[in-house]
């Protein structure tokens, strides 16, 4: 298993580690700043170095008993298990990732009901709500932003497997549960404002977010409305 260093710091941008395991098309490192695809956020992507070489990552994913993938392109030449390495994030595109995962934390603070499915992207985020109500896009938009011009605070803790379960109502996704079984869940908190299970690299405070706007709304169903954010970049 790696140490996960996004975990405790998401704003760490490289870190030295050691290959533990290197073969089709992927290196396993003992320790990584890479956030692995899950949760609707994308995998990271950036660069992992060593003395007599270099990989350029496209993609970071979980890989078979929880071992953390850095993907490289076909063809590419892959460390020697044992060999020290640099990696090294794309950190203009994490950090969106980061200010994207936070301002629909906002977003579900603002819109009450349970959520059904999501998607992270530097480009453009969306959740998906089980409601059946309209979506007032200037209200919604205007409501988020003041979240974000309060400057909340960002934090992240730890409760028990049984912590979580004494208190359902903290799980907002219908479609996915948090992980359990390893003892302990992490909880994203956001002032006053939300708090919930997440797993997912976040700013340390809502103004950070930046300019929000609510974009695109779509009706997927009775029961399903699809509310997708920009940020200006």
């Known amino acids: 298993m790696s140490e996960q260093l996004f975990r405790e710091d998401s704003y760490l941008r490289e870190c030295e580690a050691t290959v533990i395991a290197a073969g089709e098309g992927a290196i396993v490192l003992d320790r990584t700043v890479f956030y ?8 990271d992507t950036g660069r992992i170095s060593w003395e007599a070489g270099d990989a350029t990552i496209v993609d970071t994913r979980y890989g078979e008993d929880g071992a953390i993938c850095h993907l490289v392109a076909d063809g590419v030449a ?3 298990v044992g060999t020290a390495v640099i ?4 950190w203009d595109r994490r950090y969106l990732h980061m200010r994207m995962h936070t301002a629909l934390h906002l977003l579900g603070s603002v819109l009450k009901y349970g959520v059904t499915g999501g998607n992270i992207s530097a480009d453009r985020s969306r959740l998906d709500f089980d ?10 938009t205007l409501n988020v932003q003041a979240l974000v011009d309060a400057n909340h605070p960002v934090t992240c803790r730890w409760i028990s497997d049984a912590e979580l379960e004494a208190q359902p109502e903290l799980v907002r996704t219908m479609s996915v549960q948090p992980p359990k ?4 869940v992490r909880l994203l908190e956001i002032g006053d404002v939300d708090l919930q299970p997440c797993g997912g690299t976040h700013l340390r405070s809502t103004g950070e977010v930046g300019r929000f706007k609510v974009g695109k709304v779509e009706k ?3 029961r399903n409305r699809r509310v997708s954010i920009l940020l200006d970049q």
């Open 78 to 80: 892959l460390p020697p």
């Open 220 to 222: 997927k169903g009775k």
């Open 87 to 90: 990696a090294t994030l794309d």
């Open 181 to 184: 079984g390893a003892g302990k």
């Open 131 to 140: 409601m059946e109500d309209t979506v007032d896009k200037e209200q919604v």
């Open 36 to 43: 692995p695809m899950g949760g609707g956020q994308p995998g």
